[in-house]
């Protein structure tokens, strides 16, 4: 059985679901893109699994456990850590601070210092304020918040937003290794080729829906699916 697994998943806010018939799966240590235009439901999708869309019909098993019954609160010692696209980071706390206040960290004064070693920029500046923190910076914190408690499944919301090509790579990599570390990754990203290029499989959503899953292989060298999605190269 694979660690998530959405079936005919809806969900959305206010009166409207706005993604529908969404069917999604992540198998352990696994790599999933999910590529799609701006507006197609990328991000209700994962905050659907982290249980943050007001609206949601359909089941979310996440290692057997039905999550839709789950406080938010409790699926982070599931194992199941999230980083949004937007405001994932603590301002007013500086870095060393902001990778102190995770919650439910085994070993933690050796998990930031694995931290500061997978991101040495975040070392040389543990004493700044997340809020005064470049945005390559800042994306790196909240990818290192996420790492710090060992997850099993890593859900990140365009971890490459706002970051300089070589800032993005370096997330890339570490997002890379999240499988030797014992971690399977659901990850959004515009970058949609580059993300799909490190991916085991993807998903790509248009209106809603999931129009098209494949293996990483055949979506990059699906003609129609690079025009429409991945932009020329
Ligand atoms: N908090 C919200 N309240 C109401 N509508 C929202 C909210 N967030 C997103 N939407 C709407 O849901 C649709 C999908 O948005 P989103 O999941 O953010 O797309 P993507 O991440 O693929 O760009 C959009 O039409 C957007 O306007
Ligand atoms: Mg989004």
Redesign the pocket.
């Known amino acids: 059985m694979s660690l998530l697994m959405l079936e005919d998943v809806a969900a959305?806010?206010?009166d409207t679901d706005?993604v529908t018939g969404v069917n999604l799966q992540v198998g352990d240590r696994e790599i999933v893109a999910v590529a799609?235009t701006?507006?197609?439901?990328?991000?209700?999708v994962v905050k659907a699994v982290m249980g943050l869309t007001p609206r949601l019909s359909g089941s979310v098993v996440f290692d057997g456990h039905e999550l839709t019954r789950i406080p938010i609160e409790k699926r982070v010692s599931l194992g199941l850590s999230y980083v949004p696209?937007v405001q994932n980071t603590f301002a007013a706390l500086t870095v060393l601070e902001n990778l102190q206040v995770v919650e439910r960290v085994a070993n933690r004064s050796q998990r930031i210092k694995d931290m500061f070693d997978l991101f040495p920029a975040l070392a040389d500046r543990r004493r700044t304020a997340a809020g005064d923190l470049s945005g390559g910076e800042r994306q790196q914190l909240a990818f290192a918040r996420a790492l710090m408690s060992s997850p099993r499944l890593s859900v990140l919301d365009e971890p490459s937003a706002a970051l300089s090509p070589a800032l993005t790579a370096q997330v890339f990599e570490q997002v890379r290794r999240c499988p030797e570390a014992g971690a399977a990754v659901l990850i959004?990203e515009q970058r949609a080729r580059q993300a799909i290029e490190f991916s085991n499989r993807g998903y790509v959503?248009d209106s809603?829906r999931i129009v098209l899953t494949d293996t990483s292989a055949n979506l990059l060298s699906n003609d129609r699916m690079a025009q429409l999605y991945l932009g020329q190269h």
């Open positions: 959305g806010y206010g706005v799609g701006n507006g197609a439901g990328k991000s209700t696209q959004v959503m809603g």
